[in-house]
T-cell receptor, first 113, second 108 residues
Framework: DSGVTQTPKHLITATGQRVTLRCSPR?????VYWYQQSLDQGLQFLIQ???????AKGNILERFSAQQFPDLHSELNLSSLELGDSALYFC????????????FGSGTRLTVV | KNEVEQSPQNLTAQEGEFITINCSYS?????LHWLQQHPGGGIVSLFM???GKKKHGRLIATINIQEKHSSLHITASHPRDSAVYIC??????????FGTGTRLTIIP
């Protein structure tokens, strides 16, 4: 157990639907990062939050949004799902941010049918 | 364009062999990470480097800032080392950019 908890582990849903992925960071870590790993694109950075505020944005689609709550857990919302959104979604946390190292969760495998 | 290249893409070796995986990047970085992803999908952070060399057990990571190159070495390789090894870099903006990974298979 890395200390970063992601739920659910697996999710199967239909096109057009909306899902929410949840991440609880390691105790004491203020930064949360979301990544997408698909077969054709590899691992890509989506978005980072630091202590409740958005800090950096990567290749995140407009259909996707995220937030970090006061207890530091984070949620990634994916809406109007398409087949191409099927991927592994990872959350990682770090104590502060840059150059502090990352701890990854076990990921959520999303399948859109 | 900021790029990260890894080589080889696939590597098969016999148990006990010394393994080297390479990572090159296009412009100066603030930090480089080596990650391990097992067949089950989970990702483990192995090393974070900004200069020099780090060692943990049988794993050694080095970085040459001038040449924009890093290597991950595994000594006395074992079948349990079979995994995908991924290089990722930070360019000072906290966004990790990932290499495509090296799939390592160690045969008993």
């Amino acid at each position: 157990d890395s200390g970063v908890t992601q739920t659910p582990k697996h999710l199967i849903t239909a096109t057009g639907q909306r899902v929410t992925l949840r991440c609880s960071p390691r105790s004491g870590d203020l930064s949360v990062y979301w990544y997408q790993q698909s077969l054709d694109q590899g691992l890509q950075f989506l978005i980072q939050y630091y202590n409740g505020e958005e800090r950096a944005k990567g290749n995140i689609l407009e259909r996707f949004s995220a937030q970090q709550f006061p207890d530091l857990h984070s949620e990634l919302n994916l809406s109007s799902l398409e087949l191409g959104d099927s991927a592994l979604y990872f959350c990682a946390s770090s104590p502060r941010g840059q150059n502090y190292g990352y701890t990854f969760g076990s990921g959520t495998r999303l399948t859109v049918v | 364009k900021n790029e990260v290249e890894q080589s080889p893409q696939n590597l098969t070796a016999q148990e006990g062999e010394f393994i080297t995986i390479n990572c090159s990047y296009s412009v100066g970085i603030s930090a480089l990470h080596w990650l391990q992803q097992h067949p089950g999908g989970g990702i483990v952070s192995l090393f974070m480097l900004s200069s020099g060399k780090k060692k943990h057990g049988r794993l050694i990571a080095t970085i040459n800032i001038q040449e924009k190159h890093s290597s991950l070495h595994i000594t006395a390789s074992h079948p349990r080392d079979s995994a995908v090894y991924i290089c990722a870099v930070e360019w000072g903006n906290e966004k990790l950019t990932f290499g495509t990974g090296t799939r390592l298979t160690i045969i008993p």
